[in-house]
């Protein structure tokens, strides 16, 4: 008996900890996306192309899952649903990866991920005006979430307005510098800071609208692997005209076995095949503001991967933002998840309410069968006997505030 309850525990906490693990395996890939896309950028790709072949190996990549996994479930295009795969398409993989890598390619990749911080803000902000998130500040879960979101918002701006001294980590002094190696790696003078930062602004804006849509969509078609492969597959169509109107040389279309190749592979495959499909899955279950709560862990990771591979230097204000972006998330996470066990308890209540609601309706219908019963057998008598006088009396209200459930 003791095995079988340890067994249950164990399958109960890896079914609750599923979407935690997910979301904080991806922000490691989205880590690697940003240094490998950092120095693909830096090494002279456009990143209109990246973007084009980026999703093209998504494409071909979780395509054939879809067809094959999805054969019997998949539902019927309609006009509306392929107007939101078309704006998905253009939100996700054209205005939100454009717009992010020529914010990378002007800053840094912490910073990007700094600002790329203002995304649970962003998604909470829009999920409550589009009504997918209920805001009753009376609520301590409500308050955890709204505290947590402006932290999260605080921690990031910290990083992005104040420096201060730089923190030598215990590595930092036995890492070569990959910077005077780098011949294509721009000085910190030369970046365009405001512009990198209004880019990268208009990115995470459109990342927050895609987020949102791509849950409205999900409950209309109820695929998410054919839902991945077709806003990767419009993704491409629609990156390939922006690359044509922007790119006039055919040579910008080269690529080789080279990191060019890697940055293309890898952000493809990870960042948007399995990135789109786990986020979809798990935004299903606890919805769009849990899945890009994760987003601050990136920016903690690529400080942390940059100083190793870019030797990019950490800042006391970097350090002090993460401090609160961590806070902010945890925050906001406490609220989801007080939110999600509330809404697991009224799903639980609802069916024995109902059960007990039936089986009080039943009592109901046979007394009155019984009762009809007796009177038959006693008509033409003028007088009722005691035993028909018991039966057709009022029903007493005791049984029905039994089965009435007490309220979360």
């Not at 998949?74 to 795969?85: E, H, L, T, V, Y």
């Not at 911080?117 to 500040?137: S, W």
């Not at 990115?203 to 054919?226: D, E, K």
Request: proline share 5%; charged share 15%; with cysteine.
């Amino acid at each position: 008996m003791e095995g079988i309850k340890t067994k249950s525990s164990f399958r109960n906490f890896m079914e609750t900890a599923k979407p935690y693990i997910a979301m904080i395996s991806l922000q490691f890939g989205y880590a690697g996306m940003n240094i490998i896309t950092k120095v693909s950028l830096n090494r002279g790709m456009s990143h209109y192309v990246l973007v084009v072949y980026r999703h093209a190996f998504a494409t071909a990549v979780i395509a054939p899952f879809a067809l094959v996994l999805e054969r019997k479930i998949r539902p019927k295009m309609s006009f509306s649903i392929f107007m939101q795969i078309f704006v998905l398409g253009l939100l996700g993989p054209v205005i939100d990866q454009n717009f992010y890598y020529a914010g990378l390619k002007f800053t840094s990749p912490t910073f990007s991920c700094a600002m790329s911080n203002m995304l649970p803000a962003m998604t909470f902000v829009m999920a409550v005006l589009c009504r997918m998130e209920i805001l009753d500040m009376k609520k301590i879960r409500c308050q955890a979430k709204v505290l947590g979101t402006a932290l999260t918002v605080a921690g990031a701006m910290l990083m992005t307005l104040y420096k201060g001294k730089v923190v030598e980590m215990i590595w930092s002094s036995h890492i070569h510098t990959l910077k005077s190696s780098a011949p294509g790696t721009p000085a910190d003078t030369d970046k365009d800071w405001v512009k990198g930062s209004i880019l990268l602004i208009i990115a995470t804006f459109a990342w927050a609208s895609f987020f949102i849509l791509q849950n409205v969509t999900m409950r209309r078609y109820t695929a998410p692997l054919s839902l991945t492969s077709l806003v990767c597959f419009m993704g491409t169509l629609q990156s390939i005209a922006v690359t044509f109107a922007m790119e006039h040389k055919p040579n910008v279309w080269q690529i080789g076995f080279d990191m060019n190749l890697l940055a293309a592979a890898y952000a493809g495959i990870v960042s948007s095949s399995i990135a789109y499909y786990v986020q979809g899955l798990v935004m299903e279950k606890r919805g769009p503001v849990f899945v890009t709560a994760f987003s601050p862990l990136m920016m903690i990771i690529v400080a942390i991967m940059g100083s190793f591979i870019l030797a990019e230097k950490i800042f006391l204000g970097g350090v002090l933002g993460a401090v609160l972006i961590v806070i902010g998330l945890y925050s906001v996470l406490w609220g989801k998840y007080k939110e999600y066990k509330e809404k697991e308890a009224e799903e639980f209540l609802e069916p024995v309410k109902d059960t007990n609601n039936n089986n009080a309706m039943m009592m109901i219908k046979d007394i009155e069968a019984n009762n009809t019963e007796v009177m038959q057998k006693n008509e033409g008598k003028t007088v009722m006997s005691p035993a028909t006088f018991a039966i057709s009396a009022p029903i007493p209200t005791v049984p029905m505030l039994a089965v009435e459930a007490p309220k979360p």
